[in-house]
Structure formats: structure tokens, C-alpha cells
């Protein structure tokens, strides 16, 4: 359902644009593999690793969900991931979505996932399904889609990525494709005043 004067929204943890040429290369050889389905393949400006989508918000609640936000302490300063392999949701046999697969040491993406719904809980959020470390890299077309039955091998390159904040998002759709926003950083433990934001296109 549309909101008056809302705001498309969502909390990330955002890659770094140093890693984004190597991630678009797994990309690559993922549409290769792919190139007899109809696939819309994500932007790679625009990779990213979504936390809570939150849908539309109205305009007036952005300040104090953000300043709530503001509020969550973590026992950590970043959050290590290696990119391990590719996954499709919700399965191979009827896939929706091909992303990048993460994996971590530890828990503390889960950790954040948990304060972040702690927080959100006041708002109306409930939690979301559970929580699976991914960049998602394309979107299978509703259109003359059909299962994965051969057999998908990508050779994916143990990438490292560190995160050190986490983002409230803003995605408005324009007719070449959305743009994302940020809203506001989070660093973690320390950090919590605003920095400049900054905007990925289409």
C-alpha cells in the first residue's frame, strides 16, 4: 500500500566501491551461465546487502526511526564477510532471485539484525524472515520463467568484505531504473553523527 508523502526505505549494509568491479565479474560469469533465462541483472552500483526492507514510511517518521536507530550498540567495530558461492531464492527449482552468497565468522551481521528489530519493534516492524547474508545480483523475469535443473558452477573468488556501518536507504524509482539515498550512516560503537550522503544511479 502507497503512503502520502512517503519514503521507499530500507537498512543496508553497503559494499565498498573498491569491491564492486570484482563482485560484477562473479556477476558475469553468474549471466553466462544463465543466458538461455530471462534475467534483470542488478546495477552494480547499486550491490548491496539489504538488512530490514521497510517499505513505504511516512516522511514525518524518518527522523525519529533514524534517531532510534542512532541509539543501537553493538560489542564490535566491523563485520567480516567472504563472498563463497552463488544461492537462489527461494530455490533453484523455482527461482525468484541469484545473489552472491556470504559467509561470516561469527554472528555479529546476526547480532545487528537482532538490535535493529529491537529497535524497530516500537514502530510497528516485526521481524522478517530470517536473516541470509547475500548481494543480490539479478531478478528472474515473471515472464516464460522456468526451474534450474542443470547444474550452475561458478567459480567464485574468496573476496573479503568488511563492513564498519550500517545505512538507513531511501530508493525512488525513476523512469531509467531506481535511485538509492542515504539517509543516514551508523558507524559502529562510536560514531553517530551524520555524514554526507551519497547517491547511487541507475
Same mark, same amino acid.
Given at each position: ?104 565468522? #561469527? ?7 537482532? *538490535?535493529?528489530?529491537?529497535?524497530? /519493534? !516500537? %514502530?510497528?516492524?516485526? $521481524? ?47 523512469? #531509467? ?7 543516514? *550512516?551508523?558507524?559502529?560503537?562510536? /560514531? !553517530? %553523527?551524520?555524514?554526507? $550522503? ?5
Amino acid at each position: 500500500m502507497y503512503v502520502l508523502n512517503s519514503i521507499r526505505s530500507f537498512i543496508s549494509l553497503n559494499i565498498d566501491s573498491s569491491l564492486i568491479s570484482r563482485l560484477k565479474l562473479i556477476q558475469d560469469d553468474i549471466r553466462i551461465m544463465l543466458k538461455d533465462h530471462k534475467v534483470k541483472w542488478e546495477n552494480p552500483d547499486k550491490f548491496h546487502m539489504t538488512l530490514r526492507f521497510l517499505g513505504d514510511i511516512e516522511e514525518s517518521n524518518i527522523t525519529e526511526i533514524s534517531a532510534e536507530l542512532g541509539s543501537v550498540m553493538l560489542g564490535f567495530d566491523n563485520i567480516r564477510m567472504t563472498a563463497s558461492g552463488i544461492g537462489f531464492f527461494p530455490n533453484q527449482k523455482r527461482p525468484n532471485v541469484v545473489f552472491i552468497d556470504l559467509t561470516e565468522e #561469527g554472528n555479529f551481521s546476526e547480532q545487528l539484525v537482532n *538490535e535493529i528489530d529491537n529497535k524497530l /519493534n !516500537r %514502530f510497528g516492524f516485526k $521481524p522478517d524472515k530470517k536473516f541470509v547474508p547475500h548481494v543480490t545480483v539479478g531478478r528472474f523475469r515473471r515472464e516464460n520463467r522456468k526451474g534450474l535443473h542443470e547444474q550452475i558452477n561458478v567459480n567464485v573468488e574468496p573476496i573479503e568484505i568488511i563492513f564498519d556501518s550500517f545505512y538507513l536507504m531511501k530508493s525512488v524509482l525513476k523512469p #531509467g531504473g531506481s535511485v538509492y539515498e542515504v539517509l543516514q *550512516e551508523y558507524k559502529f560503537i562510536t /560514531n !553517530r %553523527f551524520p555524514l554526507s $550522503p551519497k547517491v547511487k544511479r541507475e
